[in-house]
């Protein structure tokens, strides 16, 4: 390998908005802020959230006329 061209590695911390943090390395100086990890993640976690931000799925049902979703199977 050819020295001095890669970059140096730092050891930083990532945090979720759920609260959950950890360490990793990165050529990034400073951290970064997540909005999901594994720790709140639907698919590690098997619990489904369903998010309606600004109310896109009444919206969308209003638009296309559609019975709302209870999340239960009919």
Do not use: W
Not at 9 to 34: A, M
Not at 52 to 74: C, H, L, P, Q, V
């Amino acid at each position: 390998m050819k020295a001095k061209i890669h970059p140096k590695v730092h050891l930083v911390t990532i945090k979720c908005s759920c609260g959950e943090s950890f360490e990793t390395r990165s050529t990034r100086k400073n951290g970064y802020t997540v909005e999901i990890c594994s720790q709140c993640h639907p698919f590690y976690t098997g619990k489904q959230k369903i998010l309606d931000t600004a109310g896109r799925i009444e919206k969308f049902n209003a638009k296309y006329k559609r019975k709302t979703y209870s999340g239960k199977d009919a």
